[in-house]
Each structure stands twice: as structure tokens, then as C-alpha cells.
């Protein structure tokens, strides 16, 4: 998977795409990251890249220019990587596998479900807000779609950025340890995860279930999903609502 980020703040992504399993997953090729420094599409000679509102109101609008000249760069150039791979081989061109996603507090709710849909693209292009938001005619022209971590306000759309790679990471295969451990995890399935317990088995008298010793994987799976339901009903009882609409 290609992500190209678009940000004024590239240097305060690199030290957690650099750690852990984002570090490792670039590091088997699973995943490209690529940060823009939006301030390199700009045309003006400070490196501006906002300016007033029309019609008045606070704060700073950004300019639709900078952005739209920084996503048609990187378009264009993985479109010829992709027409030099098929001298090679087929392969469908990069217009129809990237997708280009702004982060904004307007955009859905990201949710497990939008995570699986977005990690089946190629490529995704990342563009994070800042100041009172986006010249409209992004919203409107470019983007495919907007995408938001919660119900609140952040200063800009870093956050949310280095939240969506990590969720899309842990999807990719290969670049977890395990090949079922994304798929347990919580709300893959629309459930929250079951408890989990490690060793020692017995700790300060506090023992786990017995089932969990018994070797018997059928009753370990059937207590878990017993687990699952019970905690998603007392914690996230919506969840249950949505998996029931969608049946």
C-alpha cells in the first residue's frame, strides 16, 4: 500500500511512523509512507499557503492552489511508476486504485468498517486541515472523501492522519506477528475483544478461567465469543443496535 500524507507539519509524523509496527511494516516493504510539505506547492514566495476568509470571520482559510497542485504531483508521478510496471506486467492504472481522503471533523466516523474499506485501495492520499479548514472547492472538486476520528475539534488533521495509517497498517497483511490477530481484535466483527490473560496463571490469587488451561480450542472459542457479547453489551450496547440493522 502507497500513502502519501499532505501536511505544513511533516516532522511531527516521523517519530511514530518510525516506531513499532509502522516502523517495521515499511521496513518489509508492506507500506509506503510519503510526507508532502504542502508549503513546497505553493507559487507564493513566503510559502504561503492560507489567507482570509471571504466575507469575513476568523481565523485562516487554506488555499485550494497549494493542494490541489500537491495531489496532482503525486498522482501524476505514481501514475508513471504504474505505466512502467505494465511494460512489465498488467496493472490497472493508478487513477482507479488511489483515493484521495481529507481529514476533517465534517467527514464519517472512522469505524473498523471504513478502516477494511479504505485498506482495500492501493494508494490513499492523505490531506490534514489546519486553521479554520479547507478552501470548499477541495471538499467539492478533489477529494473523494472526508474522514474523522470523533465528534471534537483538533487543531488540525496530523492526529487524526497517524490514527488512520495506524489502523489501515494493522490490516495490511504481513505486517502483523500473527495473521489472526487483527481479526480478533476488537470491532472486527462489530464486537469488542475478549478478555485476555497471560502468565502467570495464578497472580496474587486472582487465577484465569480454567477453560483457558483446558487445551479444548472449541470451548475456548465459545467462552470468547460468550466473552465478546457479554462486554459489548455492557459497554457498547450501540454496537449490538448496528450489527442488528445490518442483518
Known amino acids: 500500500m502507497l500513502i502519501d500524507i499532505i501536511t505544513i507539519f ?19 516493504g508492506k507500506v509506503k509512507i510519503t510526507l508532502h510539505n504542502l508549503r513546497d506547492y505553493t507559487l507564493d514566495k513566503h510559502r504561503k499557503v492560507d489567507d482570509r476568509p471571504f466575507g469575513g470571520g476568523p481565523g485562516m482559510v487554506m488555499m485550494p492552489e497549494p493542494i490541489f497542485r500537491a495531489v496532482e504531483n ?46 482495500k485501495y492501493k494508494h490513499l492520499i492523505l490531506i490534514c486541515g489546519r486553521y479554520e479548514g479547507v478552501d470548499e472547492r477541495v471538499r467539492k472538486y478533489l477529494v473523494d472523501d472526508e474522514v474523522s476520528i470523533g465528534d471534537y475539534v483538533l487543531t488540525g488533521g496530523e492526529l487524526a492522519a497517524m490514527v488512520l495509517v495506524d489502523a489501515l497498517s494493522r490490516l495490511i497483511p504481513g505486517v502483523l506477528g500473527h495473521q489472526d490477530s487483527s481479526r480478533f481484535e476488537s470491532f472486527s466483527d462489530n464486537l469488542l475483544e475478549y478478555p485476555q490473560w497471560t502468565r502467570p496463571a495464578d497472580f496474587l490469587g486472582m487465577p484465569i478461567p480454567q477453560v483457558l488451561l483446558s487445551g479444548d480450542h472449541k470451548k475456548i472459542e465459545k467462552y470468547r465469543r460468550k466473552e465478546s457479547l457479554k462486554i459489548t453489551k455492557k459497554k457498547r450496547p450501540d454496537l449490538l443496535k448496528c450489527e442488528e440493522k445490518n442483518d
Do not use: M, W
Open 10 to 28: 511533516p516532522e511531527v509524523f516521523k517519530p511514530y511512523l518510525e516506531e513499532s509496527i509502522l516502523g517495521i511494516a515499511q521496513e518489509k
Open 74 to 119: 503525486i498522482v501524476r508521478r505514481a501514475s508513471c511508476v504504474v505505466r512502467r510496471a505494465s511494460k512489465r506486467r498488467k496493472t490497472q492504472d493508478a487513477r482507479h486504485k488511489v483515493r484521495i481522503i481529507l481529514l476533517s471533523p465534517q467527514g464519517k466516523t472512522l469505524n473498523q468498517r471504513l478502516v477494511e474499506k479504505l485498506a
